[in-house]
């Protein structure tokens, strides 16, 4: 079982910069890939970055590449999402989650799922 835990939501203007940080319990939170999907108001629920267990591969969705970094501290049992140069389109509930898979983009392929944190992004 995985418990995660996200953190460092809030408002910010367009342009700006934000980091999340998704806190997880449980002494096997290495082996596991973990990632980032995000929920804007009246859309479903979209990936936007995973990193994997081992050497910490990436992935992201285009939409994001060369704005957002993904990280992993094992040590600390904690994911990060540095997000820069955010875009009202970035406007979102974002999600942690876990998975056994490696990099994934699928959300069905995520086993453990955090509550959410609110990015609001003004124009």
């Known amino acids: 079982q995985v418990q995660l835990i996200e953190s460092g939501g809030g408002l910010v203007q367009a342009g700006g910069s934000l980091r999340l940080s998704c806190a997880a319990s449980?002494?096997?939170?290495?082996?596991?890939?973990m990632g980032w999907f995000r929920q804007a108001p009246g859309k479903e629920r979209e990936f936007v970055a995973a990193?994997?267990?081992?050497?910490?591969?990436?992935n992201y969705a285009d939409s994001v590449k060369g704005r957002f970094t993904i990280s992993r501290d094992n040590a600390k049992n904690t994911i990060y999402l540095q997000m820069n140069s955010l875009e009202s389109e970035d406007t979102a509930v974002y999600y942690c989650a876990a998975s056994q898979n490696w990099l994934p983009n699928r959300m069905l392929d995520y086993n453990y799922w955090g509550q959410g944190t609110q990015v609001t992004v003004s124009s």
């Open positions: 449980g002494r096997t939170f290495r082996s596991y890939t």
């Open positions: 990193v994997s267990s081992g050497l910490g591969a990436t």
